[in-house]
C-alpha cells in the first residue's frame, strides 16, 4: 500500500487522517466543500486534527461545523 499523497490524493469523507497528515491545499479545498466558504484553520483545532487519535476527514469536518456553530 502506498502512502496517502494530501497535496494530490482524492479526500473523501472516510479518507483517513494520518501520521503524515499535512495541511495543504487539497485539505483546504475539502473542508470548504464540506464546511462552507467560512472555513478557517485555527491552532486549537490543528492541534484536534493531529492529536494522534484515529479520525476520518469526515468526522475532522464535522468537529469543525460542531466548534463553529453550524
Not at 1 to 22: A, C, G, K, P, Q
Request: some cysteine; proline content about 1%; hydrophobic content about 35%.
Amino acid at each position: 500500500m502506498t502512502e496517502f499523497d494530501w497535496h494530490s490524493d482524492l479526500i473523501t469523507n472516510e479518507t483517513v487522517v494520518t501520521e503524515r497528515y499535512r495541511n495543504t491545499q487539497n485539505v483546504r479545498r475539502f473542508m470548504t466543500a464540506a464546511c462552507g466558504s467560512d472555513f478557517k484553520f485555527d491552532r486549537a483545532f490543528m492541534a484536534w486534527v493531529t492529536d494522534g487519535t484515529p479520525k476520518s476527514m469526515g468526522q475532522v469536518a464535522r468537529e469543525w461545523l460542531r466548534r463553529n456553530g453550524q
